[in-house]
């Protein structure tokens, strides 16, 4: 779901009379459009930064540099360095098996792919509380082995791998089944084995669609609140994530720290966007590029 | 890719150099800053007397919720809660520790007290002076959610002792005023510090039912320009227990420590840090040295008033009693 | 162009293996777990525990502010997929990047933001608040803050569309003699309808699961402005595991609605626009 089209901003032909509406009408519009994506999008982006940097630069680096928000931009990133290899593994298979080969109840399989998108991140946490909680049928066992799941990172780090499963492989999918099998074909009758066809002529060609992928998968990973948050115990400098400190330090009268780490994920957002917009350009040239080569590839959407 | 790689087993290098105690206190909720000085105080005392580092990590949050979180898996080697019932709870339910944990550590295992005291906007313009008031209609209440929160069960019974000074032995007006009391909360937290920052960040509500020292600390933070404090005619000694967790600290390897930890709570500086973070200290001595701070109250303790916690337990918060049936009579 | 079986490529049994075992233990098992726990309850003691008052409250603020904040972005998303596709200005493609910040956006962090807009001494609720618009703490801002991550999900399925669509149509209309308003409420309006339903669906699923951002400018107050997500947590606080299963089961049930009418409508705009 969070998988929609991308943007596709291309350059407009002039377009016919008639079909265009008036200067005032226009302008109307434009100015609509901008106040509400102004006070949707800019006013809450400007504000984090203003609220973190209101007191000064020396108060927002102090802040930052507590021992409780470093950790937990480690922990953050330790989640983010496992949930996304993981998941981006499991989006290359999924994506090869789904727009490769046909077989029964693919439909499904894409809906079950999708399924982590639509459950509220609450009862994404609840279920593997349920199933490694002490009270939980797994719970017992785990705890004889002194197995610590909940309550601790492995439960954080599953909470995660859960809610970013569908990012890789719904990028993937729809990019596959675009670009057919032909070349994959070709390469093997030339001889060559199934993991150089793979890396050599399969990768090369979603490249873009798959880092586009791994970066909203990033994103989501290491900005994942509700989930992780069930599943956490809320101990400072072990299982806080930098989205979970922000709100520890926003319950410490701490609105300054709040605002800081909340900064660095906002800076976070701002850095996934611009690697977005870099990408869809790319692909778009890409696109360009196979549009004018002679029509041996016609088969895009 | 690389780089994160690197993170990571910087991470876990890092991890595996610090040969550290690691302990894990788990707390209720307006104890943070207490602790987090509390804790620095006795890694040095055990320091100096060790010559282990020690570590001691927190989490926090409604009382409830705490011990349900150690019952459910959380590997707390010592509980700090607001109430003996929570602590209760991980002995019966959780088989953690043995049931006589009370006697264990002095004044039943509660190395400090502490008051339930009402915050109000400045100038205390709806005129709140005694808990009465905080039934009249139009005003405005905030306390957490007794099922959630220790401080909140704290908050009920204060007002129930109240009632009961005023009305006797007529429930039914007890019940009255406490249904229309708590009519008028207009937020239940999980815990103290939720509905504190509730009450003073989001400015929700007249009066903000709280712990003595979490009120003091609101007042610190937001100074008395925004807050003010009103001392009810009676409240109720709330005496937030301690215990070490056997089953963790066994398995763990940390008992000693974790006993140490508790019993440094009465040690001089242990007893002066709570003070300064205006808990009541038990120790005699301390006590008087920081009387100036503590308003004198008249307090009824959950023993004489309501039977002990178990009792007041059964009566009041378990399911369907007297606190579901008067929040249900709401609609 | 459809993926015929390609049965001479490799790797079919292995990548189908590893993604219908990974699926089955990081998604399947964990659901299970809730199932298994579901099914201990009896009927009417689900019945009864789902349906609580306050329960009750809650769906009622989930699914009505959700519907409202997916009502405005289906208007608003309409007009920013209009103006960023069919009009030049300067800064568009600033905005039109911007237009996903929501997806990228940490929901905590939105929450904290928003909540510290709207509050009374917010840049924006210094002045709303005087003219009685609460939009802090209160069910306007669980709308408000529904309406910030839905925002993406209209623009983002109506872009394409309207890039795809045929001018020559809207051209005929002008040559005939319709008026620019007409031609928009009888030709285009209809042709941008279903992509529109498809992001108001998106949009909708999204908010009703929704959690970190709301709880940070909702007041949370029972029967009020708590939202079924946080009654969920609430209920695992007091250690009432099958209130919070049952809540948790009704909210699963409509995403499960919701997506097969995802799926339904998204199949309706790839027809309509072959």
Same mark, same amino acid.
């Given at each position: 779901?969070?998988?929609?089209?991308?943007?596709?901003?291309?350059?407009?032909?002039?377009?016919?009379?008639?079909?265009?509406?008036?200067?005032?009408?226009?302008?109307?519009?434009?100015?609509?459009?901008?106040?509400?994506?102004?006070?949707?999008?800019?006013?809450?982006?400007?504000?984090?930064?203003?609220?973190?940097?209101?007191?000064?630069?020396?108060?927002?680096?102090?802040?930052?540099?507590?021992?409780?928000?470093?950790?937990?931009?480690?922990?953050?990133?330790?989640?983010?360095?496992?949930?996304?290899?993981?998941?981006?593994?499991?989006?290359?298979?999924?994506?090869?098996?789904?727009?490769?080969?046909?077989?029964?109840?693919?439909?499904?399989?894409?809906?079950?792919?999708?399924?982590?998108?639509?459950?509220?991140?609450?009862?994404?946490?609840?279920?593997?509380?349920?199933?490694?909680?002490?009270?939980?049928?797994?719970?017992?066992?785990?705890?004889?082995?002194?197995?610590?799941?909940?309550?601790?990172?492995?439960?954080?780090?599953?909470?995660?791998?859960?809610?970013?499963?569908?990012?890789?492989?719904?990028?993937?999918?729809?990019?596959? #089944?675009?670009?057919?099998?032909?070349?994959?074909?070709?390469?093997?009758?030339?001889?060559?084995?199934?993991?150089?066809?793979?890396?050599?002529?399969?990768?090369?060609?979603?490249?873009?669609?798959?880092?586009?992928?791994?970066?909203?998968?990033?994103?989501?990973?290491?900005?994942?609140?509700?989930?992780?948050?069930?599943?956490?115990?809320?101990?400072?400098?072990?299982?806080? *994530?930098?989205?979970?400190?922000?709100?520890?330090?926003?319950?410490?009268?701490?609105?300054?720290?709040?605002?800081?780490?909340?900064?660095?994920?906002?800076?976070?957002?701002?850095?996934?966007?611009?690697?977005? *917009?870099?990408?869809?350009?790319?692909?778009?040239?890409?696109?360009?590029?196979?549009?004018?080569?002679?029509?041996?590839?016609?088969?895009?959407? | 890719?690389?780089?994160?790689?690197?993170?990571?087993?910087?991470?876990?290098?890092? #991890?595996?150099?610090?040969?550290?105690?690691?302990?894990?206190?788990?707390?209720?909720?307006?104890?943070?800053?207490?602790?987090?000085?509390?804790?620095?105080?006795?890694?040095?005392?055990?320091?100096?007397?060790?010559?282990?580092?020690?570590?001691?990590?927190?989490?926090?949050?409604?009382?409830?919720?705490?011990?349900?979180?150690?019952?459910?898996?959380?590997?707390?080697?010592?509980?700090?809660?607001?109430?003996?019932?929570?602590?209760?709870?991980?002995?019966?339910?959780?088989?953690?520790?043995?049931?006589?944990?009370?006697?264990?550590?002095?004044?039943?295992?509660?190395?400090?007290?502490?008051?339930?005291?009402?915050?109000?906007?400045?100038?205390?313009?709806?005129?709140?002076?005694?808990?009465?008031?905080?039934?009249?209609?139009?005003?405005?209440?905030?306390?957490?959610?007794?099922?959630?929160?220790?401080?909140?069960?704290?908050?009920?019974?204060?007002?129930?002792?109240?009632?009961?000074? #005023?009305?006797?032995?007529?429930?039914?007006?007890?019940?009255?005023?406490?249904?229309?009391?708590?009519?008028?909360?207009?937020?239940?937290?999980?815990?103290?510090?939720?509905?504190?920052?509730?009450?003073?960040?989001?400015?929700?509500?007249?009066?903000?039912?709280?712990?003595?020292?979490?009120?003091?600390?609101?007042?610190?933070?937001?100074?008395?320009?925004?807050?003010?404090?009103?001392?009810?005619?009676?409240?109720?000694?709330?005496?937030?227990?301690?215990?070490?967790?056997?089953?963790?600290?066994?398995?763990?390897?940390?008992?000693?420590?974790?006993?140490?930890?508790?019993?440094?709570?009465?040690?001089?500086?242990?007893?002066?840090?709570?003070?300064?973070?205006?808990?009541?200290?038990?120790?005699?001595?301390?006590?008087?040295?920081?009387?100036?701070?503590?308003?004198?109250?008249?307090?009824?303790?959950?023993?004489?008033?309501?039977?002990?916690?178990?009792?007041?337990?059964?009566?009041?918060?378990?399911?369907?009693?007297?606190?579901?049936?008067?929040?249900?009579?709401?609609? | 162009?459809?993926?015929?079986?390609?049965?001479?490529?490799?790797?079919?049994?292995?990548?189908?293996?590893?993604?219908?075992?990974?699926?089955?233990?990081?998604?399947?098992?964990?659901?299970?777990?809730?199932?298994?726990?579901?099914?201990?309850?009896?009927?009417?003691?689900?019945?009864?525990?789902?349906?609580?008052?306050?329960?009750?409250?809650?769906?009622?603020?989930?699914?009505?502010?959700?519907?409202?904040?997916?009502?405005?972005?289906?208007?608003?998303?309409?007009?920013?997929?209009?103006?960023?596709?069919?009009? #030049?200005?300067?800064?568009?493609?600033?905005?039109?990047?911007?237009?996903?910040?929501?997806?990228?956006?940490?929901?905590?962090?939105?929450?904290?933001?928003?909540?510290?807009?709207?509050?009374?001494?917010?840049?924006?609720?210094?002045?709303?608040?005087?003219?009685?618009?609460?939009?802090?703490?209160?069910?306007?801002?669980?709308?408000?803050?529904?309406?910030?991550?839905?925002?993406?999900?209209?623009?983002?399925?109506?872009?394409?569309?309207?890039?795809?669509?045929?001018?020559?149509?809207?051209?005929?209309?002008?040559?005939?003699?319709?008026?620019?308003?007409?031609?928009?409420?009888?030709?285009?309006?209809?042709?941008?309808?279903?992509?529109?339903?498809?992001?108001?669906?998106?949009?909708?699923?999204?908010?009703?699961?929704?959690?970190?951002?709301?709880?940070?400018?909702?007041?949370?107050?029972?029967?009020?402005?708590?939202?079924?997500?946080?009654?969920?947590?609430?209920?695992?606080?007091?250690?009432?595991?099958?209130?919070?299963?049952?809540?948790?089961?009704?909210?699963?049930?409509?995403?499960?609605?919701?997506?097969?009418?995802?799926?339904?409508?998204?199949?309706?705009?790839?027809?309509?626009?072959?």
């Amino acid at each position: 779901m969070a998988g929609t089209p991308r943007s596709r901003l291309d350059t407009r032909p002039t377009p016919a009379r008639g079909v265009e509406e008036g200067g005032p009408v226009r302008r109307l519009l434009i100015g609509a459009a901008v106040v509400f994506l102004g006070v949707f999008l800019l006013l809450p982006l400007a504000n984090v930064f203003y609220q973190a940097l209101g007191k000064g630069w020396d108060t927002y680096l102090r802040a930052l540099r507590e021992p409780d928000t470093l950790s937990a931009v480690r922990l953050t990133l330790l989640v983010a360095a496992i949930a996304v290899p993981v998941n981006t593994v499991f989006g290359l298979a999924a994506a090869w098996a789904v727009a490769k080969f046909d077989f029964r109840g693919k439909a499904l399989l894409v809906t079950l792919i999708d399924l982590p998108f639509s459950i509220s991140p609450v009862v994404a946490g609840l279920i593997y509380l349920l199933l490694f909680g002490r009270q939980g049928p797994l719970g017992r066992w785990l705890d004889a082995y002194d197995i610590q799941i909940v309550f601790a990172v492995p439960g954080i780090v599953l909470a995660t791998l859960f809610v970013t499963v569908p990012f890789v492989a719904r990028e993937l999918i729809p990019l596959m #089944q675009s670009t057919g099998s032909e070349q994959e074909q070709a390469a093997l009758t030339l001889g060559a084995g199934g993991w150089q066809t793979f890396w050599h002529v399969t990768l090369p060609s979603v490249k873009w669609g798959l880092l586009y992928g791994i970066i909203l998968c990033n994103a989501r990973a290491m900005g994942e609140f509700g989930a992780v948050s069930v599943l956490s115990g809320h101990i400072s400098g072990q299982t806080e *994530t930098m989205p979970l400190r922000v709100e520890k330090l926003y319950h410490e009268y701490n609105a300054t720290g709040a605002f800081a780490v909340a900064s660095l994920l906002a800076l976070l957002a701002l850095v996934t966007l611009v690697f977005k *917009t870099l990408l869809e350009w790319k692909q778009q040239r890409d696109f360009a590029r196979a549009q004018q080569a002679p029509a041996q590839n016609s088969h895009e959407p | 890719m690389r780089r994160w790689l690197a993170i990571v087993l910087t991470g876990l290098a890092v #991890q595996a150099l610090g040969r550290e105690i690691r302990l894990l206190n788990v707390s209720y909720d307006p104890t943070r800053e207490f602790y987090s000085e509390f804790n620095a105080a006795f890694a040095r005392y055990w320091k100096g007397k060790t010559g282990d580092d020690v570590i001691v990590q927190q989490s926090h949050g409604g009382s409830g919720k705490q011990a349900r979180s150690v019952i459910e898996g959380l590997r707390a080697d010592v509980v700090t809660l607001a109430l003996a019932h929570d602590i209760d709870a991980l002995a019966e339910r959780g088989r953690l520790l043995p049931t006589n944990w009370q006697q264990r550590l002095p004044h039943n295992s509660a190395p400090y007290t502490s008051a339930i005291v009402l915050a109000v906007r400045r100038g205390n313009p709806k005129g709140i002076r005694d808990w009465d008031d905080l039934a009249r209609s139009g005003v405005s209440v905030v306390t957490p959610n007794p099922k959630t929160s220790g401080g909140a069960r704290w908050n009920y019974l204060a007002a129930w002792a109240w009632a009961v000074q #005023q009305f006797g032995d007529d429930e039914t007006r007890i019940r009255d005023f406490m249904t229309r009391l708590f009519q008028n909360v207009a937020v239940f937290d999980a815990g103290a510090r939720g509905a504190s920052t509730t009450f003073v960040q989001r400015g929700i509500g007249d009066v903000l039912i709280t712990w003595e020292n979490e009120a003091f600390l609101a007042l610190r933070e937001y100074g008395t320009n925004r807050f003010e404090l009103v001392i009810p005619s009676v409240s109720i000694l709330a005496e937030p227990p301690v215990a070490w967790v056997d089953q963790v600290v066994q398995r763990k390897g940390t008992e000693a420590v974790a006993r140490a930890y508790l019993e440094y709570l009465y040690s001089t500086e242990g007893q002066e840090l709570a003070a300064r973070h205006f808990f009541r200290p038990r120790a005699e001595s301390v006590a008087a040295r920081f009387a100036g701070r503590f308003a004198p109250l008249r307090l009824v303790t959950v023993d004489e008033l309501f039977g002990g916690w178990r009792q007041a337990h059964a009566k009041h918060f378990a399911e369907g009693a007297i606190f579901d049936q008067i929040t249900r009579s709401k609609r | 162009m459809a993926a015929r079986p390609f049965r001479v490529l490799p790797g079919f049994g292995l990548t189908l293996g590893y993604t219908l075992s990974y699926l089955g233990l990081i998604v399947l098992l964990p659901l299970a777990a809730l199932l298994l726990r579901l099914l201990d309850l009896s009927w009417p003691e689900f019945w009864r525990l789902a349906t609580t008052e306050r329960a009750l409250a809650a769906y009622r603020l989930t699914f009505g502010a959700s519907f409202i904040a997916a009502l405005v972005n289906a208007l608003f998303g309409t007009l920013v997929a209009w103006v960023l596709v069919r009009y #030049q200005f300067p800064g568009r493609r600033l905005l039109d990047a911007l237009v996903d910040f929501p997806f990228a956006l940490p929901t905590a962090v939105a929450g904290l933001a928003l909540s510290s807009l709207f509050a009374p001494n917010g840049w924006l609720g210094r002045w709303l608040v005087p003219v009685g618009i609460q939009g802090a703490f209160t069910p306007l801002g669980v709308v408000i803050a529904l309406t910030f991550i839905g925002l993406p999900f209209v623009v983002r399925t109506l872009q394409p569309v309207l890039q795809n669509f045929e001018r020559e149509v809207e051209e005929a209309a002008a040559t005939l003699g319709a008026g620019r308003l007409r031609t928009f409420v009888t030709i285009i309006a209809p042709s941008l309808l279903p992509a529109v339903l498809t992001g108001f669906a998106l949009a909708l699923a999204r908010a009703i699961g929704e959690y970190g951002s709301v709880i940070f400018i909702a007041g949370n107050k029972p029967y009020e402005s708590e939202i079924a997500p946080l009654l969920i947590v609430i209920r695992l606080e007091e250690f009432d595991y099958p209130g919070a299963i049952a809540i948790a089961a009704v909210l699963l049930a409509v995403s499960f609605v919701l997506l097969a009418v995802i799926n339904l409508l998204e199949r309706w705009v790839s027809a309509w626009q072959h």
